[in-house]
């Protein structure tokens, strides 16, 4: 999807299942956009939820016609130093309880990890330090030991099939691993990076992107070479001179990659005043033609801004959306055709935004969270005013920064770590 272009629908990523929601953001790119349906709601019609207690829920995907698939994760064991473990549930798609579960996968170190269904139909998982293949029945295939002790964050499938996955750090080096789907073995030699790397991969058709703890860097695959290959000519160091942290995943709409800066925070219930860094975090955009064509925008100002997600970017209206999550400010902002000129359009304040968010392009409707009084609300937004149209307590007390995904109808389910609701409106 090309900003500016008018396209009002996702361009799908070939590497994945043909569903409207095969991996987490909806695809590598990221763009957190819903192909093919809108919620619609109505005046009069408000938002109801169903929920259910979880482990530790990341992420639901979806694969063939009805079939949602649920990623969890232990976690007290890392506390005492113990390996961790993931599993995937086929759930109902209305009363969210469990049709069939996977065995406990190993992991190791913990960190949410992430979960895809790919082209040839298989789920494909990376938690731990392990990356896993299951059939669409839950049923383990096969299990690949990753190279280094260390928490692997997710996983994204190139065009050409191949998965791409990196270890998380923010003082080791970044390595990315390339896996054969079918053998899910190594398929190529593991990819130095210049720098550590906190936020997950992005990636559009075979470029690899990545935001290190002080740049933006990319790779491509090579036929030829049957390897990642970075690319020397774009680069961009964001941090500069500044006294910013890390940024966090990368948006790419085809045109530029966006992303937002300190990244470094004191999460544990939730993001606010969770910040660390005493500067304001800023919304990042670069180039993909040229990495010397960027802007910084701040998101509200204030010290102590800080995030743990991407922002989101509507191509179809040139609208771009970012927040601070420490401050509890959302602001989105109007675009020019060449992307370099922005108005702020609208603003809200002490509003709890720290998750990934979900677009329904042709109806304009934005799902974002807001944390307050103490619980998760998710409340769903006109992305071009700001209005709200409607708002429902999913109840869990942790505010949420994983993965929603849509549904199979008007409704959408929303992770929050300790709960997991489905969320429609009647």
């Given at each position: ?123 494909y998982l990376v938690y731990g330090r392990y990356a896993h ?158 990495a010397r064509s960027h802007q910084a925008l701040a998101v ?15 191509p179809l209206r040139r609208i771009v959306v970012g927040y ?103």
């Amino acid at each position: 999807m090309l900003a500016g272009t008018g396209e009002a629908q996702p361009m799908r990523a070939h590497g994945y299942f043909d569903s409207p929601w095969p991996c987490e953001d909806g695809g590598p790119a990221r763009m957190q956009s819903v192909r093919g349906t809108s919620l619609g709601l109505t005046t009069g019609e408000q938002l109801h939820c169903v929920t259910r207690n979880t482990l530790l829920s990341t992420m639901t995907v979806l694969g063939a016609p009805g079939e949602v698939y649920l990623l969890t994760h232990s976690a007290l064991r890392a506390r005492i130093g113990l390996p961790t473990t993931a599993c995937v549930e086929r759930i109902d798609p209305l009363t969210l309880q469990t049709i069939e579960r996977s065995p406990r996968l190993a992991g190791g170190p913990m960190w949410p990890g992430g979960m895809a269904i790919h082209r040839n139909g298989d789920l494909y998982l990376v938690y731990g330090r392990y990356a896993h293949r299951l059939n669409r029945a839950c049923e383990p295939l096969a299990a690949l030991q990753l190279p280094l002790d260390a928490p692997y964050n997710s996983l994204v499938v190139l065009d050409n099939g191949l998965i791409v996955t990196k270890n998380l750090s923010d003082t080791v080096p970044a390595r990315l691993t390339v896996i054969d789907p079918d053998r899910l073995q190594r398929a190529a030699p593991d990819a130095d990076c210049p720098e550590p790397s906190v936020a997950r991969l992005s990636a559009r058709g075979n470029t690899v992107y990545l935001v290190g703890v002080r740049s933006i860097f990319r790779y491509h695959w090579s036929d030829t070479q049957q390897r990642l290959v970075p690319d020397s000519d774009w680069r961009l160091d964001y941090i500069g001179d500044s006294a910013q942290s890390y940024g966090w995943d990368a948006v790419i709409d085809g045109e530029n990659a966006w992303f937002m800066d300190n990244g470094r925070h004191r999460y544990v219930l939730s993001m606010a005043a969770a910040g660390v860094s005493t500067t304001a975090n800023r919304l990042i955009r670069v180039s993909l033609v040229d990495a010397r064509s960027h802007q910084a925008l701040a998101v509200c100002g204030l010290p102590g801004g800080s995030i743990t997600n991407p922002p989101l970017v509507d191509p179809l209206r040139r609208i771009v959306v970012g927040y601070d999550s420490a401050n509890r400010h959302l602001q989105a902002w109007r675009f020019d055709s060449d992307a370099r000129t922005f108005a702020p359009l609208w603003h809200k304040s002490r509003f709890g935004c720290a998750s990934h968010m979900l677009l329904y392009p042709q109806s304009g409707e934005l799902v974002v969270n807001d944390y307050r009084r103490a619980g998760e609300e998710v409340v769903v937004l006109d992305i071009a005013s700001g209005a709200e149209r409607g708002r429902v307590r999913s109840g869990g007390i942790t505010q949420g920064v994983v993965f929603p995904s849509p549904g199979w109808g008007r409704d959408f389910y929303w992770s929050s770590m300790g709960r997991l609701a489905r969320i429609y409106p009647q």
